[in-house]
């Protein structure tokens, strides 16, 4: 996420690490070249210049220059910078009434109505119970869309297609709702694909009818400073509640996330990435910029481990690896529990240092395939009993896999390093492990 952004950020601070003296010149061209940083993000001048001018005043106020470590008070001084631009506390969603009422509001192909289906099944997830409405009712397809997504994440949908007012769809679901003891109602509204009159009566009409605790501005953001100017279209006219940013899988470059707080002065709530309907994240602004610095996110990345941490199987795990019998079945389930996690190459940039190693490594849910297609044309027996792997059992497998024998044994190889590994950690004394308890 926000690579490029990322490592100029990393660069400008090169200026104080490998100067012997600090001096105004060298903070200077730091600022220089953070600025510029920001603005090849696709940040609003007038915010990249606002920004630097105020981390120029702290640097001084807190003497950078004259600091046992200036690299360092410099990049604290930056790290809160950019968390407050983002907002600094992290937003909630008023959920209060009974039923809440959620819209969704947002261009077209914004990823509104995915938004709606990982909205769904997030809440889903915390014990609410929703209800999805087709608000969409321009597009059939866009219905059809909709109520698939919703059998797939076994979500309760309202649909009238015969219905051609959306204001009375709303209404309609509103009651369905109150007789279904549905307690959370999202409504995915039709969007167009510019800012237009039409659009943003219809959707300020479902506001006036059926008020809602939160309107969510669902925004690509991909689309950087046109991001920031339709948030602001749409904010002078719903006066919406929150932001969520969309597709920050891709190489999305920062401007919006960095500017949008700033100029509708409304939280980014939720941000959003890639189309599997768990990966639905809440917006950290702290955590973001951490993030944007290179820091890494260990938080989110144990908290997204501790959601599909099983504990009866985790010690089930731990018993079997002390006494070293850790086998291919462990392994698959292993790589299944991780890959529910999320989008890896996303989960590995939240590794301290991880983020700009992996730049141009291609890794994705695929690259476990290959492993996954060996184990699993291992007989039961085999995957539990790895030193049964005889050379006749192997041409079977890679047979089996797609594989030739020179990848199962290098397959077999690496297994058997880490199992060898996992048996020294056993043997280790446990003061040297530092945050391994027994
Ligand atoms: N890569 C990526 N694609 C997304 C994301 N959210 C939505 N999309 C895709 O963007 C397109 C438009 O999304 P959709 O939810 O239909 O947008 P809507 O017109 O606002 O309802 C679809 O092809 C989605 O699969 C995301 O976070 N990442
Ligand atoms: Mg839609």
Redesign the pocket.
């Known amino acids: 996420m926000f690579n490029s952004l990322s490592e100029k950020l990393e660069s400008a601070f090169k200026h104080l690490k490998g100067q012997a003296r600090i001096n105004e010149l060298n903070v200077a061209n730091t600022l220089k070249d953070i600025r510029k940083a920001l603005l090849d993000a696709d940040v609003n001048f007038k915010i990249a210049k606002e920004f630097t001018d105020t981390i120029k005043e702290k640097a001084i106020g807190e003497k950078v220059i004259n600091a046992i470590s200036p690299g360092q008070l410099m990049t604290k001084i930056v790290q809160d910078e950019l968390t407050s631009l983002m907002g600094s506390e992290a937003a909630t969603l008023d959920l209060t009434k009974n039923p809440s009422i959620i819209l969704i509001a947002?261009l077209?192909?914004?990823?509104?109505?995915?938004?709606s289906g990982k909205l769904a099944t997030y809440l889903k997830a915390q014990k609410k119970s929703p209800l999805l409405v087709a608000a969409d009712i321009y597009r059939p397809a866009a219905m059809d869309?909709l109520t698939v997504l919703a059998e797939q994440i076994g979500v309760d949908i309202f649909v009238e297609r015969e219905n051609k007012d959306a204001v009375s769809i709303t209404q309609n679901a509103i009651q369905y709702a109150k007789a279904n003891n549905k307690n959370v109602i999202i409504i995915d509204t039709a969007?167009r694909l510019a800012v237009d009159e039409i659009m943003m009566n219809e959707v300020a009409n479902i506001k006036a009818a059926v008020q809602p605790q939160e309107i969510l501005f669902?925004v690509d953001a991909m689309t950087g400073q046109d991001a920031v100017n339709t948030a602001k279209a749409f904010n002078d006219r719903l006066d919406f509640t929150g932001v969520v940013l969309?597709?920050l899988?891709?190489d999305t470059r920062g401007g919006a996330a960095l500017s949008i707080k700033y100029t509708v002065n409304k939280p980014i709530k939720f941000m959003?990435?890639?189309?599997k309907m768990d990966t639905l994240d809440i917006f950290y602004p702290d955590r973001m910029a951490q993030r944007i610095l290179g820091m890494g996110d260990i938080t989110s990345l144990v908290e997204k481990a501790q959601a599909q941490y099983d504990e009866a199987e985790a010690k089930k795990l731990e018993k079997k690896i002390r006494k070293n019998q850790f086998d291919f079945e462990d392994f698959l389930s292993q790589i299944q529990q991780i890959k529910k996690m999320g989008n890896l190459k996303d989960l590995m940039g939240m590794i301290p240092g991880m983020g700009k190693s992996l730049k141009d490594v291609d890794i994705n849910d695929n690259s476990f395939k290959g492993v996954e297609a060996i184990i699993q044309s291992m007989t039961v027996v085999e995957r539990r009993n790895p030193d049964l792997l005889s050379p006749s059992r192997k041409q079977r497998i890679a047979k089996g896999s797609g594989k030739d024998i020179g990848e199962i044994n290098a397959f077999i190889k690496q297994f058997d390093q880490m199992k060898q590994m996992m048996k020294q950690m056993n043997n280790m004394p446990m003061g040297k492990m530092p945050g391994l308890r027994r």
């Open positions: 947002g077209q192909g914004s990823g509104k109505t995915t938004f869309q969007g669902v969309t597709k899988d891709g959003s990435s890639g189309e």
